[in-house]
């Protein structure tokens, strides 16, 4: 008889693969609304809802005119990556081609990164991305610890020496500024930190660095490229600052050529290379320094508006509430509200929510229970200050709930 189970056959950086929980939850929305009729408001998931450029569709219609509709070269163009060239130089990074490999987005450039050190040890701060440890680390067999970012004084920040010592058991340090699902922004001062801690560990850096436009109140965002670091890998992405989420690209850096070059290879060897207009396009909106400048302070202003409005309508329920500095996320605190008795404190919060029609995500996605995050990315201003309006009445009513649980417990026990 022929052995049927297949099964168990299959590698296990495979069938540990989860769904995104931010995808899930996006399903569910949509099931709900078609079931009901009902409008919930999507703070869900991280896409824009912004057209893009003109000039940067532009682009890539051009390059499908002009045929350019062959296979593109390995790790990327050589306008591409003259582009990218020019483009930090702007603020002082030099760099060359061998440096750089154009990819399928930034989810790619960690992808790789992390498969690159198949099964190390890999330090981060928590919260963090929920695909970090339910799809790229699952895929790349990688362990994951982590260290916390707290509250304090109206800021987040992290334990230096809580960092060194868990580096000394870590192949690789996660970053990710501005900082997802938080909206942090790691000043010039813990970035060197950082690199000096990670450089005496003899730990190479993976810097995740999609929303280095999307940084508010005149802050700079400040990259580890900028530190020279030559065991740094730096990943960009086009999704959030172009609004263009779809064309899935973005690029790696890193000095060491070595690295670079293998990333060049297993790029080639899964996916063949970024559709050459798409490349074209990118290219075209870091040339254009007039035209991507005016872009990116219209893409500020729009995000921090809708932050503003969130942080408003929110500061009511929320006292002490901190403002996002960069990204489109806030991150809130729900522990005072879940009943002791929940088992499920997602499941609850998640419900919670939508029965006040809107969809959040909640916070064990990013390993830490007992918070949400809320994406102002894809609402417009109205509807952002509508959301919450709608959160506030959902804590004030699991307030009052609870009082009268607390109450009747109470009665109860006498």
Known sequence: MPDNKITEKFHPSFTKLGLSSIVAISEQVRDLEAATGRKIIPFQRGDLNLEAPEYVKDAAKKAIDANRTRYPRSGGEPGFKEAVVKYHKESGVELVPENIVCLHG????????????????????????????????????NAFETVPLEEKNGKLSFDPAELKRKLKDADLLYVNTPHNPTGKVFDRAELRLIDEAARKAGVVIVSDEPY??????????????????????????????????????????????????????????????????????????????????????????????????????????????????????????????IPPAVKNRDEYLLNLFLDSDVAIVPGASFGKEGFIRVSFSGTGLEETAEGARRIVRAVKKAKADGAARTALAGRVSL
């Open 106 to 141: 930034g989810q790619e450039g960690l992808q790789l990164s992390f498969s690159l050190f198949r099964g190390k040890r890999v330090l981060g701060f928590s919260p963090y991305w929920p695909c970090l440890t339910g799809n790229i680390f699952p895929y790349s067999e």
């Open 212 to 337: 280095d436009k999307i940084v508010y109140d005149g802050r700079e965002h400040i990259s580890m490229l900028e530190f020279g670091n030559e065991n740094t890998i730096v990943v960009f992405s086009a999704s959030k600052s172009y609004a263009v989420t779809g064309f899935r690209a973005g690029y790696a850096v890193s000095r060491n050529t070595e690295i670079a070059a293998l990333l060049t290879r297993a790029n080639y060897s899964q996916t063949a290379g970024v559709a050459t207009p798409i490349q074209d396009a990118c290219a075209a909106a870091l040339n254009d320094r007039a035209r991507r400048e005016e872009w990116v302070a219209f893409l500020k202003d729009t995000m921090q508006r809708r932050r503003d409005a969130l942080y408003t309508g929110l500061a009511e329920v929320f006292p002490g509430l901190v403002k996002p500095q960069g990204a489109f996320y806030y991150f809130l605190d729900m522990r005072g509200i």
